[in-house]
């Protein structure tokens, strides 16, 4: 059987500590100091292993910033234009169900067109070819400075 390695360590203060521990039944200096070791390990070793996650946390944290300031401009500029839409149009009279006809039916084509649009995975939001598109400036960070357009980024 092969001889443990023996160690020589100068504990001064916590000598006493480790003497009221040691002196339970069941339990030696050895067992102590050598768990004591252990679990400091294992938790500089939890702290490296988080130190490699949290730069994965932080790029996944800034990515939800972004979704979520993307779905604010977008929530922002929907009700800016419903409120634009109820203030230029006229309400259709009640006594008209032709005009009500047609709005429902434009409407269910709208709702078919949403679904068709979402199953295929396609957008039908603003793109860039699209003339006086609003783009982000290039170091405009979450500010609201925008700019019209493919000609912003040139």
């Known amino acids: 059987m092969a001889m443990k390695p023996r160690h020589h360590l100068y504990l001064e203060e916590l000598t006493a500590r480790l003497d009221t521990l040691a002196s339970k ?43 979520e300031w993307d779905a604010t401009v977008l929530l922002e500029t929907l009700s800016l234009f419903v409120r634009y839409q109820f203030t230029v149009t006229a309400p259709v009279p009640e006594a008209d169900k032709a005009a009500h006809a047609i709005g429902r039916e434009r409407f269910r084509r709208f709702v078919d067109q949403v ?16 003339p006086g598109t609003l783009r982000p400036r290039r170091g405009a960070g979450r500010t609201i400075r925008y700019a019209a357009g493919p000609a912003a980024f040139r």
């Open 115 to 130: 679904g068709r649009q979402l199953s295929t995975g396609r957008s039908i939001g603003v793109s860039r070819e699209m």
């Open 25 to 67: 039944p069941g339990t030696s200096k050895s067992a102590i100091v050598a768990d004591a070791l252990c679990e400091y390990l294992n938790r500089r070793a939890t702290r490296e292993v988080d130190d490699l996650l949290k730069h994965r946390l932080d790029r996944i944290s800034n990515e939800l910033g972004r979704i």
